[in-house]
T-cell receptor, first 113, second 114 residues
Framework: QKEVEQDPGPLSVPEGAIVSLNCTYS??????FMWYRQYSRKGPELLMY????GNKEDGRFTAQVDKSSKYISLFIRDSQPSDSATYLC?????????????FGKGTKLSVKP | DSGVTQTPKHLITATGQRVTLRCSPR?????VYWYQQSLDQGLQFLIH???????AKGNILERFSAQQFPDLHSELNLSSLELGDSALYFC?????????????FGAGTRLSVL
């Protein structure tokens, strides 16, 4: 079982829609979770960073972690064509000083005007 | 702009050759991470250096090696290249080596092995 599973999509929505992107993970020891956004031919850029459980909101973006079901979600409200990108969920490898990220394969999102 | 600089942007080479990818971390960051991104495998961790020392290895082939220099820039060396090594290679940096530190990614080097 992969450590972080993510539906690759693609996901196509009309402008203004609410988008829900989801990941599941297998190791309950994980503590730090991130969402990165990657535009075509660019490097990933950090969108949201959460620790433990609960919701975190930043503008139109909300990250949610449900540790009981090992589920990570990213919600995008009032989606815009500029949100069209691949969204990668990641968790930090647990174990002291290692700190490398384990990524899902990414969900490609297209927001149509 | 993340502040992480990678050169070159594109690299085209032949099988069996050796290449070097370079990364300059953000000012003040001591940790450098290398990742490989391919269509089928996604973004995979290769290796982590902290202040010149290797800290962790991921799915890095023996043909690949890396180092971090005293000025903190890092190089990833890929040798005996194969067609399957064609991918995007990303470098990321963070302040130190703690698990909670945010990693900032460069724009990547696109390697094409023909």
């Amino acid at each position: 079982q992969k450590e972080v599973e993510q539906d690759p999509g693609p996901l196509s929505v009309p402008e203004g829609a609410i988008v829900s992107l989801n990941c599941t993970y297998s190791n309950s020891a994980f503590q730090y979770f991130m969402w990165y956004r990657q535009y075509s031919r660019k490097g990933p850029e950090l969108l949201m960073y959460t620790y433990s459980s609960g919701n975190k909101e930043d503008g139109r973006f909300t990250a949610q972690v449900d540790k009981s079901s090992k589920y990570i979600s990213l919600f995008i409200r009032d989606s815009q064509p500029s949100d069209s990108a691949t969204y990668l969920c990641a968790r930090v490898r647990y174990g002291g000083s290692q700190g490398n990220l384990i990524f899902g394969k990414g969900t490609k999102l297209s927001v149509k005007p | 702009d993340s502040g992480v600089t990678q050169t070159p942007k594109h690299l085209i080479t032949a099988t069996g050759q050796r290449v070097t990818l370079r990364c300059s971390p953000r000012s003040g960051d001591l940790s450098v991470y290398w990742y490989q991104q391919s269509l089928d495998q996604g973004l995979q961790f290769l290796i982590h250096y902290y202040n010149g020392e290797e800290r962790a290895k991921g799915n890095i082939l023996e043909r690949f090696s890396a180092q971090q220099f005293p000025d903190l820039h890092s190089e990833l060396n890929l040798s005996s290249l194969e067609l399957g090594d064609s991918a995007l290679y990303f470098c990321a940096s963070s302040q130190n080596q703690e698990a909670k530190n945010i990693q900032y990614f460069g724009a990547g080097t696109r390697l094409s092995v023909l």
